[in-house]
C-alpha cells in the first residue's frame, strides 16, 4: 500500500485503524440508508473502488502521502459524491492490501 511498515509508530496505527472502522461504520450506514432511495449510489461506490485500484496501483510509489493522492481523490469526491467515495477508497485499499501487499493490512487505517 502506501505506508511502508515500521514508518508509523504501532500506538497511532491502533488509533488510525480503530478511528477508520468506526468512521467507515457511520458512513456505510448513511450510504445504505442513501441506497434504499437512490439505488447509483452502490455503483459510484463500486466505480470509486476500481477506480482507485487501479489508478492508485499503477502510480504506486512507497512513500507518503503526494500529490497524485490529493488531486486524484479530490476529483473523485467532487465526482462521485462523499459517501460513496469514502468507502470505494476503503474498498479499494482493502482489496489492494489484500491482492499485493497482505503483510501491510495493519496500516490500512493510516491510509
Not at 9 to 14: D, G, H, I, L, R
Not at 82 to 93: K, N, Q, R
Not at 94 to 101: C, V
Request: aromatic share 12%.
Amino acid at each position: 500500500m502506501h505506508i511502508e511498515p515500521g514508518y508509523v509508530a504501532p500506538a497511532k496505527v491502533m488509533i488510525a485503524n480503530a478511528t477508520a472502522i468506526g468512521v467507515g461504520a457511520w458512513y456505510a450506514k448513511e450510504l445504505l440508508k442513501d441506497a434504499l432511495a437512490k439505488p447509483w449510489i452502490l455503483a459510484k461506490t463500486a466505480a470509486a473502488a476500481v477506480f482507485f485500484s487501479i489508478f492508485m496501483q499503477s502510480f504506486h510509489m512507497p512513500v507518503g502521502p503526494s500529490e497524485l493522492h490529493f488531486v486524484g481523490a479530490m476529483a473523485m469526491y467532487l465526482t462521485l459524491g462523499f459517501f460513496p467515495t469514502l468507502l470505494g477508497f476503503a474498498v479499494g485499499l482493502l482489496l489492494q492490501g489484500l491482492l499485493f501487499e497482505p503483510q501491510d493490512l495493519v496500516h490500512l487505517g493510516v491510509n
